[in-house]
């Protein structure tokens, strides 16, 4: 079992996603250890890119934001950095394969395992070139998580075979950004993940208020937030620390109130 997935052991994980220099560097590095102080279990942490093909607005505007301070993939290892003196959260990256090529497999997973960053969370890396990097990825012990949607259909079973850390599962067709409806089939899908691996799975996209993390957490294993994240960084900046971490704090109750109530019903049997 992977550092990355023991941490689903008897628990119900929260991950909140914020934007890497989103608004600037010292204000990541607070939102991270915001998130932490607010019980999140991983922290992903959004590596801008020019063509996020899963990312609605709210990250796309997150990301401009970050280029204009002059975001380069250095300064994201440095805000890791700066984070670890202050937290020993476990850290995921959300980045796109183009970012990691460039700077070049070993180095960049390399790099990774010396700031104790778990996993990447890769987008557009199909199943059929995870081979390109998940050898780099094994040599420094960096989780290659997978992303299973509502149209995998017949590739889940060899997707959550090779998984490894935790199975990222899309709620919804489409692009991430809070939404109100989900599709419907959510519970069959983690059910079919699970009779091909023990590898924990956490829902994302669209989900943003505590009634909605605890739903999905009586689904899968964990709950993935990021947009609703995002934009309370957007709206508040330097102040957004403080206004973070108390939404933290709102989901972490909520999946743990439902953690509580399986425990109820189990006892109950």
Do not use: W
Not at 55 to 68: E, N, S
Not at 96 to 121: H, M, P, Q, T, W
Not at 223 to 242: L, M, R, Y
């Amino acid at each position: 079992m992977s550092n990355l997935a023991a941490i689903f052991k008897n628990h119900k994980a929260f991950i909140p996603f914020v934007v890497a220099d989103d608004p600037d560097f010292d204000t990541t590095v607070k939102n991270i250890v915001a998130l932490a102080h607010g019980g999140a279990d991983i922290v992903e942490l959004g590596i801008p890119f020019s063509d996020p093909v899963a990312d609605g607005p709210v990250i796309q505007a997150a990301d401009l934001r970050a280029f204009a301070a002059n975001v380069r993939t250095k300064t994201v290892f440095e805000i890791v950095a700066a984070a670890r003196k202050e937290t020993a959260v476990p850290i995921v990256f959300l980045t796109y394969l183009n970012i990691v090529f460039k700077y070049g497999y070993d180095a960049f997973l390399k790099r990774c395992a010396e700031l104790k960053v778990s996993g990447l969370v890769i987008p557009d890396l199909p199943y059929e070139s995870r081979a390109e990097i998940v050898p780099f990825a094994e040599k420094y012990g960096i989780d290659i998580i997978p992303l299973i949607t509502p149209t995998s259909g017949h590739r889940i079973e060899k997707i959550a075979k090779s998984a490894s850390g935790f199975i990222y599962v899309v709620s919804s067709v489409g692009i991430t950004g809070e939404r109100d409806e989900f599709f419907t089939g959510l519970k069959t899908l983690v059910t079919e993940i699970k009779r091909y691996t023990d590898v924990p799975t956490a829902i994302g996209f669209g989900i943003h208020t505590p009634q909605q993390a605890q739903t999905m957490a009586s689904i899968a294993d964990g709950v993935i937030i990021g947009s609703a994240i995002v934009d309370i960084v957007a709206k508040e900046a330097q102040n957004a620390p403080a206004a973070i971490e108390q939404f933290t704090k709102a989901i972490r109750a909520a999946v743990d109130t439902q953690k509580q109530t399986e425990s109820v019903v189990s006892r109950n049997a």
